[in-house]
Structure formats: structure tokens, C-alpha cells
């Protein structure tokens, strides 16, 4: 029996057509800008987001960290849904990269509305910290996958405009967004100073993210690449995947979405799960336990029956769909869920 993988998006695996790829690729010393495979890459990325300048990152968490720290200096404050990856995942290094004081919002849906940030903004005075960044997420994993509502993004880029703040997106699941929306990755993502997007999720290339700004942002950035540990050499070998996932797999993330809506309501009529199904958006799905059941033990019977899903909280698991998982896999999921949960 094949185990269906609904951890993440992550543990795609790269294709036959995309390790072929990688094997033509034709590479150089990218920390000398003489990788010819990056090049393009981050080519076609300021193309597709319209762009000044996009650089190649190892990770998603690598290019949030490197934007923050390109757009601050220590002591200022950043807000951010209390939710949101940069703060939940990536170990402190808002505070121990570039210093920042981090202000935890508490928000319906990942969405951080104008009002909030106008609400949030200190008063410029000797005894304050300094607010001049604000992250969004899109769309929103600890909330489920969700979409930012575009007229809000608009309206807190306004609010940033009107304070001089700095407005950056991390958009590792933009593609999703986009795909779900219709609006094109250039208006979705127009608003922010800074963009970090990531290759490895639903588009299934095995490494990497990009990171979109103007070209002068971006010149900082390859500096504090280098500092981070982030310059690579032949890296048009890892660029390949990603070019071909981006020539290749956007819009077929249609499919991971439709498949995440059957799991959903599939998973929610079984006594076990409470799912809201309005915030299944996208590839993600939240399952709340109902009653005594608790993550772990639940996760293990799952595990023997032969999916696998991951802890979200005390009471809470997470599927994922994404290219290596079909509807037919999805349906067999929930039929094994359906028989070991009796
Ligand atoms: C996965 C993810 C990232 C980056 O993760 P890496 O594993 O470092 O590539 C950033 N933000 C969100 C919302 C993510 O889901």
C-alpha cells in the first residue's frame, strides 16, 4: 500500500521532465554572476511579477529574513498577524537578524486591515519604538490556506504610504492565490516594497524561492545573501527546477485545489472533524477534532492506515494537497480515514 502524503506541499518530489531539467542545465559561478540558468530565472520572475530585479534564495524563510533585514535597522518594529510563518517558523530571526521588535496582531483570517496597522502605529515621541514595517501573508497557512482580500492589501498599502512604512509580502504560496483568484501575480503582489515567493511548495521544484523588489532593493539583498550564507555557486542546477516549475505548474494548482475541497467535505461529514469550509480557499485544510480526540494519537492511526497529515495545535490537523497526490489518491485517503476511524 502507497502511502498518501498530505503533510505538505514540500514533499513533492521533482519530476522526470523537470530532472531532466536540471541535468541540461547549463550553469556558472552565480556569487560571480556567471550563472546563466539563474539568470533566466530570476528573468522570467521580474517578468511574471513585473518587476525591477528578483534574486535566487535557498529558502523561503532565507528570502524574508534577508528582506527584513534589508529594509530596517535594529530597534524598529514590524506588525505581523501572530499567526503568520515569519514569526511561528523561522526561529526568532526577525530578532535576531535585523533587530526588530515584533508587534503580534490578532487577526480573523490572516487579513490585517488598514485600520489595524493605522491603530497600531506608535506615536513618534523619545519613549517609542519606531513602527516601520508591516508583513502580510498570502495566502495564509496557519489560517488555512487563505486569500488576502486585494482591497484591503490596497487600502494597508495606503495606511504604509501615509506613515512611511515598509510593506513586505511573504508570498510562498502566492502561485495559489493567484491561481484561485484569477488576478495576476504583477497586481497581486504590486502593493509591497518586497516579495518573497517560494519554488518548492505547490510548484514542486525540490529547493528555492526568489525575492522581487526594486533594483536597488535587490542589490542590498545579494549583499545580505552573501552574509546569510545564501551565495551559491553552480546553482543553475537548482534554478532549473525552478524555471520549469514556473513554465510548468502554475496553473495546474486548479487541480490541487479542487482536491483540496473534496478532501474537506469529505473529511467533514465523519463525526471526527469540524472543517470551516469557507476558509478551504486553496491546497490547505484545517480539520478541527471534535471531542476527546487529540493530534497525536489520531495522526498515528492515520499513519497506519496510510495517510499522513501533521499536528496544527492542540486540536487541530493539517492536509495538504499538491502535485503528487491526485484526485484518485484523494479519494482513497479519505476511504482510509473513513475505515480506521470505524
Ligand atoms: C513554507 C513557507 C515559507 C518558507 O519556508 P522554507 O521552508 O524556508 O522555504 C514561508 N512562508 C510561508 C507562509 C510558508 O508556508
Avoid at 556569487?31 to 540558468?37: C, I, K, L, Y
Avoid at 502580510?136 to 494597508?156: A, C, F, M, S, Y
Avoid at 511573504?170 to 501575480?185: E, K, M, P, Q, Y
Wanted: with cysteine; proline share 5%.
Amino acid at each position: 500500500m502507497k502511502t498518501i502524503d498530505l503533510r505538505s506541499d514540500t514533499v513533492t518530489r521533482p519530476s522526470p521532465a523537470m530532472r531532466h531539467a536540471i541535468a541540461e542545465a547549463e550553469v556558472g559561478d552565480d556569487v560571480f554572476g556567471d550563472d546563466p540558468t539563474v539568470k533566466e530565472l530570476e528573468r522570467v520572475a521580474t517578468d511574471l511579477f513585473q518587476r525591477e530585479a528578483s534574486l535566487f534564495v535557498p529558502s523561503g524563510t532565507m528570502g524574508n529574513q534577508i528582506c527584513l533585514k534589508a529594509h530596517s535597522q535594529p530597534g524598529w518594529e514590524l506588525l505581523c498577524d501572530r499567526e503568520c510563518h515569519i514569526v511561528n517558523y523561522e526561529v526568532a530571526g526577525p530578532v535576531v537578524h535585523a533587530g526588530l521588535l515584533v508587534n503580534l496582531l490578532t487577526t480573523e483570517s490572516g487579513i490585517i486591515t488598514a485600520a489595524m496597522v493605522r491603530d497600531n502605529i506608535r506615536p513618534k515621541n523619545i519613549h517609542c519604538p519606531e513602527t516601520r514595517l508591516v508583513a502580510l501573508e498570502n495566502t495564509h497557512n496557519r489560517h488555512g490556506g487563505t486569500i488576502l482580500p486585494q482591497d484591503e492589501v490596497l487600502k494597508v498599502r495606503e495606511v504604509c504610504d501615509e506613515f512611511g512604512l515598509v510593506l513586505h509580502l511573504d508570498g510562498a504560496r502566492i502561485w495559489n492565490a493567484h491561481v484561485a483568484t484569477g488576478i495576476s501575480l504583477a497586481d497581486l503582489t504590486r502593493p509591497f516594497d518586497s516579495v518573497s515567493v517560494c519554488l518548492s511548495k505547490g510548484l514542486g521544484a525540490p529547493i528555492g524561492s526568489l525575492i522581487l523588489g526594486s533594483a536597488e532593493f535587490i542589490e542590498k539583498c545579494r549583499r545580505e545573501r552573501k552574509l546569510f550564507g545564501g551565495g551559491m555557486r553552480q546553482a543553475g542546477i537548482i534554478a532549473a527546477a525552478g524555471l520549469y516549475a514556473v513554465k510548468n505548474n502554475i496553473g495546474r494548482l486548479a487541480e490541487d485545489h479542487a482536491n483540496a475541497r473534496l478532501l474537506a467535505e469529505g473529511l467533514d461529514r465523519l463525526p471526527a472533524f469540524d472543517i470551516d469550509l469557507t476558509k478551504v480557499q486553496t491546497n490547505i485544510v484545517i480539520a478541527n477534532l471534535i471531542g476527546d480526540l487529540t493530534p497525536e494519537p489520531l495522526l498515528a492511526t492515520l499513519k497506519d492506515g496510510g495517510v499522513l497529515a501533521v499536528p496544527f495545535g492542540p486540536r487541530r490537523i493539517r492536509f495538504v494537497t499538491h502535485l503528487d497526490v491526485n484526485r484518485v489518491d484523494c479519494e482513497e485517503a479519505l476511504k482510509r480515514i473513513r475505515s480506521v476511524l470505524g
